[in-house]
């Protein structure tokens, strides 16, 4: 089993920053990619950024430069810097590892962003 478990959401104001930080833990047999995706509601589930095992990260153009993701060398543990944060990015965060061809889904952490 794989056991992924965000933390870090909280209600802060337009302009404002957060972080929220993704542990990866189980039967996983090394470094995995990892990322990050979003749910408002009524909207589908929007990917934000994935980091490789190596580290290297890419990113939806809707929060390049402004969102930054990062990960613990040799660890399944990865972190999203949040930066001028904007009311419309308020929603659940949820994290994932993927493995073998699959995602593994933590319980999403909720972002509030206050105009």
């Known amino acids: 089993q794989v056991h992924v478990v965000e933390s870090g959401g909280d209600l802060v104001q337009a302009g404002g920053s957060l972080k929220l930080s993704c542990i990866a833990s189980?039967?996983?047999?090394?470094?995995?990619?990892m990322g990050w995706y979003r749910q408002a509601p009524g909207s589908e589930r929007e990917f934000l950024a994935q980091?490789?095992?190596?580290?290297?990260?890419n990113y939806a153009d809707s929060v390049k430069g402004r969102f930054t993701i990062s990960r613990e060398f040799g660890e399944n543990t990865v972190y999203l810097q949040m930066n001028n944060l904007k009311p419309e990015d308020t929603a659940v965060y949820y994290c994932?590892?993927?493995?073998?061809?699959?995602?593994?889904w933590g319980q999403g952490t909720q972002v509030t962003v206050s105009s």
């Open positions: 980091i490789t095992a190596g580290g290297a990260g």
């Open positions: 994932y590892l993927e493995r073998r061809g699959r995602n593994y």
């Open positions: 189980g039967t996983i047999f090394g470094i995995r990619p």
